[in-house]
């Protein structure tokens, strides 16, 4: 097949309970990014709460999608980026700082800063990722963007940690490297999924992401375009279609189907979280009373045809029972009132109708789906909420690479592969 060359290329995966998604992403000589081939396939129960469960499935799948993004893309990638997810996933915020004998911001004192700020986190058998857009620098209590080569005192970083048992990192790697590719970078999702569908003006002035997956939920506030606190729940979609699958008696895939077609009841919402003095009669719609549902998997014995009223007490309440717990957390935390932008569900249980007015009634602030939005092109089929931590990866991978080649991380896959081209033509020419 003809290769595309021309502009920066990294390959990304997204390993999501329902689907495996890849994408391949260009970025021109200017700057401007564009999303060149994507591809999916169905995760079959191969992923769960970010820990692959049948490695072979999960292989297959990846091979699905790579091969998918590969063709559109007209190119192959060597190594892929990567989000990692689950209960099983710790995340930290600390400080470390070094001083500036020489005065002036060197890579040594990146990796000092960096070194001191992970110490009291480092654990047998775990392993610590770190995005380079979850990083922070100070000189001199002044904030930089890039503090090296600047004048100073002391150096002080803020960085966002994610630990997770190493078993589930070298699985990943593992089901990568099946594919005869590299693991060039690790990403917690749900900044992933921040940088994918959030713009600089929430960042600035705070907004929480709620990335709603299937089997998982992360949590990411922002602020300052600092990042006050991270989660990840262990519970997702999935759990609604487990409940209406329970109540109706109904297949996992006929659950899924109804959640989608007719979501949240917002005479529910409006009932539990109107104006004191509302009605719960007049809150509900009209045509919703004494409303049927006819079922196509009901199971032997079991009615097929159930009330409407029935199906949306079952959502309601397994819905806001898991937007509560958000609520909950992060009241306890103190983060609720840097909410000035409010709250953005993304991910793929973000496309349940009605859900931003359950967030909205439940958090008191502005909600909206977030959708990809920090790319310049994309593929039709990529502009949906459950795109969004592919996308945020994609934005990570350019910012890891040019951050590779400047010397501010250590250099893995494609951009070691740079770095040591450049060492090799230095010693050949000018040693």
């Known amino acids: 097949m003809a290769v595309r060359s021309r502009g920066d290329i990294v390959g990304v995966v997204d390993l999501g309970s329902r689907e495996i998604r890849v994408l391949i992403g260009r970025r021109e000589d200017g700057g401007a990014i564009q999303i060149v081939g994507h591809g999916t396939a169905p995760g079959r129960g191969s992923v769960s709460?970010?820990?692959?469960?049948?490695?072979?499935?999960?292989?297959?799948?990846?091979?699905?999608?790579?091969?998918?993004?590969?063709?559109?893309?007209?190119?192959?990638?060597?190594?892929?980026?990567?989000?990692?997810?689950?209960?099983?996933?710790?995340?930290?915020?600390?400080?470390?700082?070094?001083?500036?004998?020489?005065?002036?911001?060197?890579?040594?004192?990146?990796?000092?800063?960096?070194?001191?700020?992970?110490?009291?986190?480092?654990?047998?058998?775990?392993?610590?990722?770190?995005?380079?857009?979850?990083q922070e620098w100070y000189v001199d209590d002044m904030r930089v963007v890039d503090p090296t080569g600047i004048r100073g005192q002391v150096l002080r970083t803020r960085v966002h940690f994610a630990r997770l048992p190493a078993v589930i990192q070298d699985n990943i790697r593992q089901c990568i490297e099946s594919q005869h590719r590299e693991l060039e970078d690790a990403i917690f999702a749900p900044l992933a999924a921040s940088l994918g569908c959030l713009t600089p003006e929430d960042m600035e002035?705070?907004?929480?992401?709620?990335?709603?997956?299937?089997?998982?939920?992360?949590?990411?506030?922002?602020?300052?375009?600092?990042?006050?606190?991270?989660?990840?729940?262990?519970?997702?979609?999935?759990?609604?279609?487990?409940?209406?699958?329970?109540?109706?008696?109904?297949?996992?895939?006929?659950?899924?189907?109804?959640?989608?077609?007719?979501?949240?009841?917002?005479?529910?919402?409006?009932?539990?979280?109107?104006?004191?003095?509302?009605?719960?009669?007049?809150?509900?719609?009209?045509?919703?009373?004494?409303?049927?549902?006819?079922?196509?998997?009901?199971?032997?014995?079991a009615p097929a045809i159930v009330e409407r009223s029935d199906f949306d007490v079952i959502v309601f309440e397994r819905a806001k029972e898991l937007m509560v717990k958000v609520r909950q957390h992060l009241h306890a935390r103190g983060l609720s009132k840097s909410l000035i932008r409010g709250v953005v569900l993304t991910g793929g249980a973000s496309r349940i109708k009605n859900y931003t007015a359950l967030a909205e009634a439940v958090f008191q602030v502005p909600c909206r789906v977030g959708y990809p939005n920090s790319v310049?092109?994309?593929?039709?089929?990529?502009?949906?909420?459950?795109?969004?931590?592919?996308?945020?990866?994609?934005?990570?991978?350019f910012d890891y690479r040019t951050a590779a080649k400047e010397g501010r991380v250590e250099a893995r896959g494609a951009a070691a592969s740079w770095r040591r081209r450049l060492v090799r033509f230095f010693r050949k020419y000018f040693l």
């Open 205 to 301: 002035l705070g907004v929480a992401v709620l990335d709603m997956g299937r089997s998982t939920t992360g949590l990411a506030v922002f602020r300052d375009h600092g990042i006050l606190g991270t989660h990840c729940f262990e519970w997702g979609g999935y759990h609604i279609t487990r409940d209406v699958a329970a109540g109706l008696q109904v297949s996992f895939e006929e659950a899924d189907e109804l959640i989608l077609e007719y979501g949240l009841p917002v005479g529910l919402i409006r009932a539990e979280f109107g104006r004191e003095g509302d009605a719960p009669e007049a809150a509900r719609p009209q045509a919703d009373r004494g409303a049927r549902i006819k079922l196509k998997t009901a199971v032997p014995g």
């Open 376 to 397: 310049e092109i994309l593929p039709h089929a990529v502009e949906a909420p459950e795109f969004s931590v592919a996308v945020g990866i994609v934005r990570h991978a």
């Open 49 to 134: 709460q970010g820990v692959i469960q049948d490695r072979n499935a999960a292989q297959l799948a990846l091979k699905r999608a790579l091969a998918d993004a590969e063709k559109e893309a007209r190119t192959r990638v060597t190594s892929l980026f990567c989000g990692v997810n689950g209960r099983n996933v710790e995340t930290f915020i600390r400080e470390g700082q070094a001083r500036l004998e020489h005065e002036v911001v060197s890579e040594a004192h990146l990796d000092e800063a960096r070194d001191i700020a992970s110490r009291d986190i480092l654990a047998a058998g775990k392993k610590i990722t770190s995005s380079i857009t979850a």
